[in-house]
């Protein structure tokens, strides 16, 4: 074999190894978004599902009776944190995906129950000045 046909193969290996580094980063490229996407779809699901098992229903049906439109006021200000054991060792992307979305859930939760509890205020109310409308006649 001569000195020639060993460098012609030699290129010829270097181009296939070119073509492959090329080839091996055009797929990474593609596959890295697609898990990352997926890894934020699985933060959500997860952040919606805390939010409603560390939800307090009766908590917040109180305040929006108490305090009516203040406490659907502060149901819709007040954004707790998720609990900081469901992120540990997670990645940046999936903590910010989880916060995001628990903060919504928990948000949209106590906004609807604190409305609950204004709108019973009101119609509680509204029955109160009809018995006593009704009993002064």
């Known amino acids: 074999m001569s000195v020639q046909d060993r460098f012609g193969l030699k290129r010829k290996g270097r181009r296939m190894l070119k073509k492959s580094v090329v080839l091996g980063m055009a797929v990474l490229t593609l596959v890295v978004p697609i898990m990352a996407q997926e890894a934020a779809t699985n933060a959500v699901i997860q952040a919606q ?18 305090l009516g439109w203040v406490g659907l006021l502060i149901g819709y200000i007040v954004q707790p944190s998720p609990p900081a054991t469901a992120l ?8 910010a995906a989880y916060t995001e979305a ?15 509890g204004c709108l019973g205020n009101m119609a509680l109310s509204m029955v109160y000045v009809a018995l006593v409308a009704s009993a002064s006649e």
């Open 88 to 95: 540990m060792g997670k990645s940046p992307e999936y903590v």
């Open 49 to 66: 599902q805390q939010a409603e098992a560390d939800f307090n229903k009766a908590m917040w049906l109180g305040v929006g009776c108490l």
């Open 102 to 116: 628990y903060k919504e859930k928990m948000k949209s939760l106590q906004t609807k129950y604190a409305l609950v």
